[in-house]
């Protein structure tokens, strides 16, 4: 049913800010495994979507919170989201930045996300555009796409792919939908904990 595969050695962290700082509200957290979704094609970037089981339970805190995701939102153009990431910031500065970075976006049209893109935009994909021609780098693909819904706060994406033009230019950025995935999610966790 799912590939489950021995994740490569890597810590999560969660709480901070900055990737470098000695933050006492950090927690590292290594990983244990993975479920990439059993139907991901990595040419055409359909089905872009994995789960991180890690070692130990995650501890919530006033730093750490858990994001919430739907089980049907199709998420029209013109919403309002955010992406976090620690991707590079420009196409000449290559590497992770030390300080997290946010930016407000708007999520466009399947149809003008196929200008860029062509056919494999398909109903799992959403793409995304800021001011400025904000959006994801080299370094952000994973990245959660977040919507607020009053005061609760949604996964709704995860980074999948960036223009070959460069992260800077007019190009949107592309993300895997969520609520797509809501069953197989639910599948994976139900049946793996």
């Avoid at 709480?15 to 927690?27: F, K, W, Y």
């Avoid at 800077?168 to 139900?190: A, C, K, L, M, Q």
């Amino acid at each position: 049913m799912d590939h489950n595969s021995s994740a490569l050695l890597f810590t999560i962290r969660l709480g901070s800010n900055n990737l470098n700082a000695d933050d006492p509200n950090v927690l590292l957290l290594s990983t244990e495994t993975y479920f990439l979704h059993p139907d991901y094609d990595p040419l055409t970037l359909s089905n872009d979507y994995g789960l991180i089981r890690l070692r130990m339970p995650i501890t919530f805190t006033e730093y750490i919170w858990a994001a919430s995701f739907l089980s049907a939102n199709p998420l029209p153009a013109g919403a309002e989201v955010l992406t976090v990431g620690w991707g590079q910031t420009s196409d000449e500065t290559a590497g992770l930045v030390d300080d997290l970075r946010y930016v407000n976006l708007v999520t466009l049209s399947n149809e003008e996300c196929r200008m860029v893109f062509g056919n494999q935009v398909n109903d799992n994909m959403v793409c995304v555009a800021g001011n400025n021609n904000e959006g994801t780098c080299r370094g952000d693909l994973g990245s959660p796409l977040i919507q607020y819904v009053g005061p609760m706060v949604f996964n709704v994406g995860v980074a999948s792919f960036i223009s070959s033009n460069g992260c800077e230019s007019s190009d949107p950025s592309g993300f895997t939908r969520t609520y797509s995935y809501f069953d197989w999610i639910h599948n994976v966790t139900s049946n793996n904990t």
